[in-house]
């Protein structure tokens, strides 16, 4: 399983693996001697569990996230990580697109959380905590293949820190630090939803599309925030 986790990883851009225990006092080395970030773990290990080398990270105060990837699926243990504080739980089996969006979902609350000294309520309830109030009357749409929410909450708020000046894929990449594809997509599909004013400027190189945020539809847009 350690194997599929390393090849599922080498898939995914930004992360560097910098090893692989399948022991609690293997992982201690690593954990003890390197700067991690990010730790995915197993329960089920041979000798300690995976729950408590958690234990260990969190009493040590050890500046580390831990996403559990495990076939433990025991309301207990699921508690006991939560309690731990672990950004994220996957049960096995799981297929590699809820692997991509644990990562890339860890990755943008990382960068975001990296940037900022001071986090407004509305930000933190959108991005970290999840605990935005959701109109009921609104019925949730669904967002095409390949899009996640949490990356487009994080595209839309950069989106409205521009106001009513023009942007370029370029502009959002850089405040987001998302790469320029995949911003590239957000932006179409806003636009594409009418959200989004697309307006094309040519010059000496090629052409370039600016956009401007259309604040009176942002009630399309909410929809597909729910």
Do not use: C, W
Not at 11 to 27: P, R, T
Not at 125 to 140: C, V
């Amino acid at each position: 399983m350690a194997e599929f986790n390393k090849r599922y990883l080498e898939e995914i851009d930004h992360f560097i693996l910098m090893g692989v225990a399948h022991s609690v006092n293997d992982a201690l080395e690593y954990i003890d001697k390197e700067e991690i970030d990010l730790v995915l773990l197993d329960v089920y290990m041979p000798g300690k569990n995976g729950l408590e080398l958690l234990t260990y990270i969190r009493e040590q105060d050890k500046n580390i996230d831990v996403i559990l990837i495990t076939a433990a699926s025991d309301v207990e243990k699921i508690r006991t990580a939560l309690r731990y504080g672990v950004v994220d739980y996957l049960i096995k089996p799981f297929e590699f697109e809820r692997f991509n969006h644990a990562l890339a979902s860890y990755r943008e609350k990382y960068n975001f959380l990296n940037k900022k000294r001071h986090i407004e309520q509305k930000e933190l309830d959108q991005l970290i905590l999840s605990t935005e109030q959701k109109t009921p009357t609104m019925s949730e749409q669904p967002l095409p293949k390949g899009l996640t929410k949490s990356t487009l909450k994080i595209v839309v708020n950069a989106i409205k820190e521009m106001g009513k000046t023009s942007f370029s894929t370029d502009n959002i990449a850089e405040k987001t630090s998302i790469s320029r594809v995949s911003i590239g997509k957000y932006l179409k599909f806003l636009k594409d939803i009418e959200v989004l004013e697309e307006t094309i400027t040519y010059g000496l190189g090629r052409p370039v599309s600016l956009y401007v945020y259309k604040e009176a539809n942002r009630s399309i847009l909410e929809r597909y925030l729910l």
